[in-house]
Nanobody
Framework: QVQLVESGGGLVQAGGSLRLSCAAS????????MGWYRQAPGKQRELVAA???????NYADSVKGRFTISRDNAKNTVYLQMNSLKPEDTAVYYC??????????????WGQGTQVTVSS
């Protein structure tokens, strides 16, 4: 039906930057909200940032001023620019999207996750 594929994770030193991408494909009519979540070992998954189809954004307090979410509606892709990374940003990052599908109605979909590791 719909697939979300993340890329851009990796290992970076504290203070460095990474850019995550998440491309949606499949039976897509339109995409409403898109977002990034993360889950660190032993912790619950938490919202990092979200963006509406109109471009309104929302951020977790812990990343405000350091992370920027954006999207390219023509490419069905959402990005997360992460600057000034800290060791506590280490987690598996997941993208999700609320998709209006061509035949199955509206549903939320998740990517498979990409590991971000920030060394001190």
């Amino acid at each position: 039906q719909v697939q979300l594929v993340e890329s851009g994770g990796g290992l970076v030193q504290a203070g460095g930057s990474l850019r995550l991408s998440c491309a949606a494909s499949g039976s897509i009519f339109s995409i409403n909200a898109m977002g990034w979540y993360r889950q660190a070992p032993g912790k619950q998954r938490e919202l990092v940032a979200a963006i509406t189809s109109g471009g309104s954004t929302n951020y977790a307090d812990s990343v405000k001023g350091r992370f920027t979410i954006s999207r390219d509606n023509a490419k069905n892709t959402v990005y997360l620019q992460m600057n000034s990374l800290k060791p506590e940003d280490t987690a598996v990052y997941y993208c999700n999207a609320e998709v209006e599908t061509t035949g199955w109605g509206r549903a939320w979909y998740w990517g498979q996750g990409t590991q971000v590791t920030v060394s001190s």
